[in-house]
């Protein structure tokens, strides 16, 4: 288990790995892969400009994990429960892609997340947690990605970055040991709501499409397998009503032919701290700007 700040990330290897078989979304030349018995995600792939396979083979991580309180329970250690552990799963293909957890871990828990392509190699992902009266839900974590480490050839020329005030870019980090984690919350640092991890061809980039600024974090954590990239939103929420989250994820892959850095200049000016960063960087935070409003 990962450990992102003071509390533990859950985000463990699905047992078993690929179960079922994989239920594919494309957008544009990009193909994300679902396993149809965990509801993981086990490909995500730009089969036009990199070719790269960004998912770690047979080693996805938990898509979705919560944290919570139920009536009875120490509000001061919130009981942490994941779509990998006991659950009835059901994955409805189509044009958007619905994967439903019921009786998470074997309680009175639900969960229905919906992924769907919005173009130019990204999906966006959302998710609804159900419970009872004075069920707490105390964060969701979600969507995770196990991405390859190295990402392309020997990662000499790999790469991730944060959308934080500064020091946001971060080389190499195939060779990271198993278990450091980089991470930037909001309120805080994460200035952008956005992060990327490329190779020389192209990589993979997530951000939210949200402009309120709901209290959130983003980390990258390094693991046995590979590196998983995953959101954390914080909650408070009395699950005797459905938690909706306020707004999409998206991910998805880009290319570094075509993607000029012109979209640094957005509306609200260039992401500091990113500027020093490769050009597929740049590019990645041009193109998150352009697709998503980013909270200051």
């Known amino acids: 288990m990962l450990v992102w700040g003071a ?15 994989v239920i594919e979304l494309r957008s544009g030349a990009t193909v994300l892969g679902i396993d149809s018995e965990s509801g993981a995600v086990v490909r995500l792939a730009d089969d036009a400009h990199s070719s790269i396979e960004c998912v770690v083979a047979g080693a996805p991580v938990d898509l979705l994990r919560i944290a919570i309180c139920a009536p009875g329970d120490d509000p001061l250690k919130p009981r942490e429960l994941s779509s990998g552990q006991e659950a009835r799963v059901a994955v409805e293909p189509g044009a958007a892609v619905r994967v439903r957890f019921d009786r998470l871990a074997g309680e009175q828990l639900g969960a229905l997340c919906t992924i769907e392509p919005v173009g130019d190699g990204r999906f966006r992902f ?90 959130k974090a983003l980390a990258f954590a390094r693991g046995r397998d590979g590196i998983a990239v995953g959101w954390r939103h914080y909650a408070r929420h009395d699950l005797g009503r459905a938690f909706e989250l306020s707004y999409p994820v998206v ?19 260039g992401v500091q701290g990113v500027g020093a960063g490769a050009a597929v960087v740049r590019a990645a935070v041009g193109s998150a700007r352009r697709s998503a409003p980013l909270a200051a």
């Open 7 to 21: 509390v533990a990330l859950g985000w463990g290897l699905v047992p078993g790995a690929i179960c079922g078989r």
């Open 126 to 215: 959302r998710a609804r947690v159900e419970g009872g009266p004075g069920t707490i839900l105390e964060r969701l974590d979600f969507p995770a990605i196990n991405l390859r480490a190295p990402l392309e050839g020997d990662g000499a020329g790999d790469a991730l970055a944060l959308g934080t005030t500064k020091g946001g870019v971060h080389e190499r980090p195939h060779g990271w040991s198993a278990g450091r984690i980089v991470s930037a919350r909001q309120p805080g640092t994460l200035a952008a709501q956005f992060g990327c991890y490329h190779g020389s061809s192209g990589g993979v980039v997530t951000f939210t499409e949200d402009n309120v600024g709901w209290p």
């Open 251 to 269: 991910a998805g892959t880009f290319g570094a032919r075509g993607c000029g850095a012109s979209g640094l200049a957005g509306r609200r000016g």
